[in-house]
């Protein structure tokens, strides 16, 4: 599903679907490669009772399509440039935000330059806008979810030797707008840290080690409003071999939230077991985790969790609840029917953390106020998927999800239950 992102994949990936092409420019004897591709996704949605029926009625649904070029020129074994265009345009959805439709600009345009320190250590400077993916990116992801993915404007070091990498930067969120080449450099948002990746460690075999700091002008959880410095600190120990993956996570937040003290944190377990000789290749695993919200509103402390820039679609592509003031469980099965067909289902269980704060959306945004409202429970979710992939190049896949509202829900608001499906065709295309 969505929301599991198996570790050990690339910690930064900046260039979705990788190069698709690659060839040297003609005459050149230098070394001087360019190469091109990119990629096209169309999406339909259908929600009954979005927002669990408090959200105007949509009797067909809305569709969602999503271009990305880019080009790169390898200069030779040091210097690169690439440059890539987005265009996220969508028909038919209620409550349009530039995430979901912003027609066209500049997502991604960088210089890096590789230095080589010894046979063992090399030094990647990379700047200028480009995106982050950091760890199972519960924190800093590219969204891939939603219709338009998010990038930054920023400088980003990266020392690399067999074992170990560490990535310092500094950057400012660019924000989508809906308008043509709009989304400039902006200062209301800014990021920086520091991000340690060690790998053949005795006993937990790879550890991810953190510190992120994030400053907003302007923030906004159920105990107010206003300007937001957050410290997060910390670390991952993760695994994939053979049949069994585990992946621990534990976040610490400090800071400060208007006149108030942040203390928030996460500690979430990922693990899965694939029966790999068995036909089929079945998979069983679970989710869990336990996410801070604030426990009394007024004083002079927030606990809610921020989850900086997570994945989009946290808990699968219907999206309808992300993770702040949470207790969730997570079972899901995953098997092969088909060396092309994949199939998925999961169950996850939502409760809040604190009865004295609301639910939130993937982009911390407030959908229920919770002070005033007595259940814990929010309800449960079913969702299943189907994938097929043609090719490298051409995937379909289809989900569905039914949430059922649980008692905070029908306290809250309407309460009804969501049904949502989902159907994505994408492919990735090369100049060649």
């Not at 599903?1 to 198996?6: A, E």
């Not at 070029?69 to 028909?91: E, P, Y």
């Not at 002070?371 to 896949?397: C, Y």
């Given at each position: ?58 009797n067909d649904g809305f569709v969602m399509a999503r271009f990305l070029w880019h080009g790169a020129v390898q ?142 002008k302007q923030a906004a959880f159920e105990d107010g409003t206003g300007m937001e410095q957050r410290h997060s ?104 029917l088909h060396p092309t067909l994949d199939w998925g289902m999961d169950l996850d269980i939502f409760r809040r ?80």
């Amino acid at each position: 599903m969505q929301d599991t992102i198996s570790p050990g994949e690339a910690r930064v990936d900046t260039l979705p679907g990788k190069m698709l092409s690659q060839r040297a420019a003609p005459g050149n004897k230098t070394g001087t490669a360019v190469s091109a591709g990119g990629s096209a996704r169309l999406q339909y949605f259908y929600l009954r009772n979005e927002q669990w029926g408090d959200a105007p009625k949509d009797n067909d649904g809305f569709v969602m399509a999503r271009f990305l070029w880019h080009g790169a020129v390898q200069w030779n074994s040091r210097l690169k440039t690439f440059v890539q265009l987005q265009s996220s345009l969508a028909n038919g959805k209620n409550d349009m935000s530039p995430v979901d439709e912003n027609p066209l600009d500049v997502h991604q345009a960088y210089v890096h330059y590789k230095v080589p320190l010894s046979d063992s250590l090399s030094m990647l400077l990379r700047v200028g806008r480009q995106e982050f993916s950091y760890g199972s990116q519960r924190l800093i992801s590219v969204r891939e979810g939603p219709n338009n993915r998010q990038a930054f404007d920023a400088a980003n070091m990266i020392m690399q030797r067999k074992d170990l990498r560490l990535d310092a930067f500094f950057s400012y969120y660019v924000a989508a707008r809906n308008g043509i080449f709009d989304d400039g450099f902006r200062r209301d948002t800014r990021l920086w840290g520091v991000y340690l990746v060690k790998n053949q460690v005795p006993v937990l075999k790879n550890a991810d080690f953190y510190y992120l700091d994030i400053c907003k002008k302007q923030a906004a959880f159920e105990d107010g409003t206003g300007m937001e410095q957050r410290h997060s600190i910390g670390t991952r120990i993760w695994n994939k071999t053979g049949n069994t993956m585990y992946d621990l996570e534990a976040v610490y937040q400090y800071g400060r939230f208007a006149s108030k003290a942040i203390r928030a944190y996460t500690v979430s377990l990922n693990t899965a077991y694939r029966f790999n000789r068995c036909k089929y290749e079945p998979e069983i695993g679970i989710k869990t985790e336990l996410i801070s919200g604030d426990k009394t509103p007024g004083d002079d402390r927030l606990q809610t969790f921020n989850p900086l820039f997570p994945r989009g679609a946290y808990f699968g592509l219907a999206a309808l609840i992300g993770p702040a003031n949470l207790i969730d469980v997570h079972p899901y099965f995953n098997c092969v029917l088909h060396p092309t067909l994949d199939w998925g289902m999961d169950l996850d269980i939502f409760r809040r953390y604190s009865t004295r704060d609301g639910i939130y959306g993937p982009n911390v945004a407030l959908i229920y106020p919770g002070a005033n409202v007595a259940p814990a429970f929010i309800g449960s979710q079913l969702a299943t998927n189907l994938e097929f992939s043609a090719s490298n190049a051409l995937a379909l896949t289809w989900e569905f999800t039914w949430f059922n509202a649980g008692p905070f829900l029908r306290a809250a608001g309407n309460g009804k239950d969501i049904i949502f499906t989902a159907v994505t065709l994408q492919y990735k295309f090369s100049s060649n």
